[in-house]
C-alpha cells in the first residue's frame, strides 16, 4: 500500500549531486556498488494526469474544511529537478532501467499478477513480496490457504506490504493474527507499513487511517506471539523515533525501511531521523528503501541522500544500501565490509 499516492506533487526543491557520477569519475570501467531497494510497488500505470513531484517538501500547509483542502498538503513550489512520470506505457521499462543503471535489486511488492509483471521485465533484480490485503477496500483479505501457496511454491519471499493502518487497525489485531502465524512457520519475513501519511491524511484523504495505529510498540504483542518472527518496519515508524527506538532494544528480529519518509518530508527532518537510528546503535538494523510508485528517478534521488549524509562512514552508508538488507533477507554474503 502506498504511504504516498499519486497525487502528490510539486512540493519543494533540493538539489544532490548524483552519486553515480561520482562512481564513473572513479573507475570508468566500474558497475555501481550493489543497492537492495526494500521497499517498490508492482505498478504499471500511465498515471493520468499526476503532475512532476518536487521532493522532501519544505513544509505542509495548513487547511481549512471550507475550502478544497490538498490530499497531502505539501507546499506548493517549483524545484529543480522535478521528478516526472513516465509516459504511458514506458514505467517499468524505466524502472528497471534505473535499477540496471543503479545496480539495485529490489523486493517489490503487489498482488501476485501484477508482481509477475515485473519478475518478467527483470527477473534476476526482484525479489517478489505479497500480502494478504485483496483490492484497496478496507478488510478484504486474502484466502490463507491461497498465501501458503504463494510462499511455498510461488516464489514470494517476504509478506507485505501490510498497511492496516490505513484501516485503523493495529498489526496486533487478533483478526490478521492467522497470517502472521503463516508467516513465522514459513520463516517469511513480514514488512508492516508503520508511520508516514503525510499531512492530512485521516481527515482529507483516507477517513480510516490513524497516526496512532503507526506506533512501533503495537507491534510488541505481536512479536510476543510470535518470536520468531521477522519484521520490517516500513517508513521506520516516522515520526515516533522514540517509540521506534524502544521497539528495536526490546526485540533484536525488527528492522526498519526508510522508504517514502526519506523523499517525503522536509530533508534536515530526514537526516535527523536516520542520524538517530544510526546514533542509538542500530545502523545494523536501518535498510534503504524508496517506496517506488510513480517516478521513476526517485530511486536516484533517494540513493543520493544517503550517499550524501555526511554524519555516516562509508561503511555505515554500504550497510544501510546494501549489507542490512542483504542480512534480513538471508540473501548472500555481506559485500563491502
Ligand atoms: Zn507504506
Known sequence: MLSVSAGRFLCCAVLLAPWPAVARAQNAEAKAPPVIDVHV????????????????????????????????????????????????????????????????????FGDPKSVQKWKDAAPSRVIPGTSFSNGMAAGQRVDLEELRRDFTGGGFKVMGEIALQYEGISPSDPSVDAYFALAEELDVPVAIHMGTGGSGRANVAMPKFRGSMGNPL????????????????????????????????????????????????????????????????FEDRV????????????????????????????QQKRDILYNNAARFLRLQTPQGR
Not at 518496519?233 to 526490546?250: E, F, K, R
Request: net charge negative.
Open 41 to 108: 510497488h508492482a505498478m504499471d500505470g500511465a498515471f493520468p494526469g499526476v503532475a512532476p513531484m518536487c521532493p522532501n517538501t519544505p513544509k505542509f500547509t495548513a487547511s481549512d474544511p471550507r475550502g478544497k483542502e490538498e490530499p497531502f498538503g505539501c507546499v506548493k513550489e517549483e524545484c529543480t529537478p522535478a521528478l516526472y512520470p513516465s509516459a504511458p506505457g514506458e514505467y517499468i521499462k524505466d524502472v528497471v532501467a534505473e535499477m540496471e543503471r543503479l545496480n539495485v535489486t529490489a523486493v517489490v
Open 218 to 281: 503495537l507491534l510488541e504483542d505481536l512479536l510476543s506471539r510470535h518470536p520468531k518472527l521477522r519484521v520490517q518496519v516500513m517508513h521506520a515508524g516516522y515520526p515516533m523515533i522514540d517509540n521506534m527506538l524502544t521497539l528495536l532494544q526490546a526485540s533484536s528480529h525488527v528492522y526498519v525501511d526508510v522508504a517514502g519518509l526519506i523523499w517525503s518530508y522536509p530533508i534536515k527532518e530526514v537526516n535527523r531521523y536516520i542520524e538517530r537510528l544510526v546514533d542509538a546503535g
Open 287 to 314: 535498510m534503504f528503501g524508496t517506496d517506488q510508485l510513480v517516478w521513476p528517478k526517485l530511486m536516484t534521488y533517494s540513493i543520493s541522500i544517503i550517499q550524501n549524509a555526511d554524519y555516516l562512514t562509508p
